[in-house]
C-alpha cells in the first residue's frame, strides 16, 4: 500500500500535511531555476518575465491553497527558490524577499485566490 498519491498534480499524502507535493514543486521550480538564471542576463526584461511566468511561477502558483496551508518548513522552501527566481528576474541581489514580492505582486495573488476560493464555498 502506498502512502500517496497523486491526483491533478497533487500529491495527497496519508497524513494530508502535503510535504510531499511541496517538495515535488520545489523540485519543479527549483530545476526551471537554473537554466533561468543562465540565459537571463542575456535577455530583456519582458523576455526574462515571460520566462519566469511560463515555467518557474507556473509551478510555484499551481494549487497555491493547498500549500499555503503546510507548515512553515514547506513555506520557507517554497519561499526560498521564489526568492532565487526573483532575484535573477529582477537583476536585484540586495532587496530583501519582500522588496522583491513588492515589486511583483504574485504574493497578492495567491491572498486573492484564498479569499475568493473561500467566497466562491
Known amino acids: 500500500m502506498t502512502d500517496s498519491v497523486n491526483v491533478l498534480g ?3 499524502d496519508s497524513i494530508l500535511n502535503f510535504s510531499r507535493h511541496v517538495k515535488s514543486i520545489c523540485e519543479k521550480a527549483s530545476n526551471r531555476v ?8 542575456n535577455l530583456e526584461y519582458e523576455k526574462d518575465a ?3 511566468n511560463s515555467f518557474v511561477l507556473s ?23 521564489h526568492k532565487h527566481a ?6 536585484d541581489y540586495e532587496s530583501t524577499f519582500q522588496e522583491l ?12 485566490t484564498l479569499l475568493l476560493g473561500c467566497t466562491n464555498a
Open 10 to 12: 497533487v500529491r495527497i
Open 50 to 52: 515571460m520566462l519566469y
Open 86 to 91: 526573483l532575484r535573477v528576474l529582477l537583476d
Open 59 to 81: 509551478n510555484l502558483k499551481y494549487c497555491p491553497l493547498i500549500w499555503m496551508f503546510s507548515g512553515k518548513p514547506s513555506k520557507n522552501d517554497i519561499n526560498r527558490i
Open 101 to 112: 514580492l513588492q515589486k511583483r505582486s504574485e504574493h497578492t495573488t495567491n491572498l486573492q
Open 34 to 41: 537554473r537554466p533561468f538564471s543562465r540565459i537571463a542576463p
